[in-house]
Structure formats: structure tokens, C-alpha cells
Nanobody, 125 residues
Framework: QVQLVESGGGLVQAGGSLRLSCAAS????????MGWFRQTPGKEREFVAA????????SYADSVQGRFTISRDNAKNTVALQMTSLKPEDTAVYYC??????????????????WGQGTQVTVSS
């Protein structure tokens, strides 16, 4: 059974940092584009960051560029999202995702096949 399991969410004050982790099991994702998305109630799931299978190429939403860093460890089948200078508007459920096919760092949720269950990030002002 293929699973993506996120961890590391929580409550943090504005300006603080959190590190989200996503552990994959059931198959190797070393050849897949991985991404992070987030969602707030009543809104569509939005792109946060993506990383190529080698980890050499990354892409970020404008709203997090310069504050968030995505990384991966293919040996451990994990992907991480380091979040710094957090703002209240970063509050959301954060999801880890993996593409099944394709090497493009897509920003569209429908291009991702595997999804985790999400982890809540709350940033207080």
C-alpha cells in the first residue's frame, strides 16, 4: 500500500519556523516529482513548492519564495518543507504529493496522483 505521511505541523507565532516532513512508503518515489500544497476551508488547494526527482530543480509559489525551502532525500524516500518567516496567511492544511508520470514541476493539483492526509499549520499573529 502506497502511503505519504506528513508530520511536523503545529502552532507557531508569526515570524517563526516549522519543518514539515513527508515519509513515503509502499514504493520508491526517487524518480517522481514531489510537491507540497496547502488548503484553507472554502478555498481550492494551492501550490506551494515542487522538486524534481534528482532534487536539482525546485519551484515555489510567489507567496512563499524566499521563505520556504523544499528538499528531498531519495535514500530515505522523504521530502521536506522548511518554512521560515511564517505569516498568519500561511495558516492551512499542508499536503505532500507525488506525480505518477511526468517530469514537469507542475503547479496543478490534478497532475499529482499520490497524496498524504495533510498536516495542520497554524500561524498566530
Amino acid at each position: 500500500q502506497v502511503q505519504l505521511v506528513e508530520s511536523g505541523g503545529g502552532l507557531v507565532q508569526a515570524g517563526g519556523s516549522l519543518r514539515l516532513s513527508c515519509a513515503a512508503s509502499g514504493r520508491s518515489f526517487s524518480s517522481n516529482v514531489m510537491g507540497w500544497f496547502r488548503q484553507t476551508p472554502g478555498k481550492e488547494r494551492e501550490f506551494v513548492a515542487a522538486i524534481s526527482w534528482q532534487g536539482a530543480t525546485t519551484s515555489y509559489a510567489d507567496s512563499v519564495q524566499g521563505r520556504f525551502t523544499i528538499s528531498r532525500d531519495n535514500a530515505k524516500n522523504t521530502v521536506a518543507l522548511q518554512m521560515t518567516s511564517l505569516k498568519p496567511e500561511d495558516t492551512a492544511v499542508y499536503y505532500c504529493a507525488a506525480r505518477f508520470l511526468g517530469s514537469a514541476l507542475s503547479r496543478h493539483p490534478h497532475d499529482y496522483y499520490y497524496w498524504g492526509q495533510g498536516t495542520q499549520v497554524t500561524v498566530s499573529s
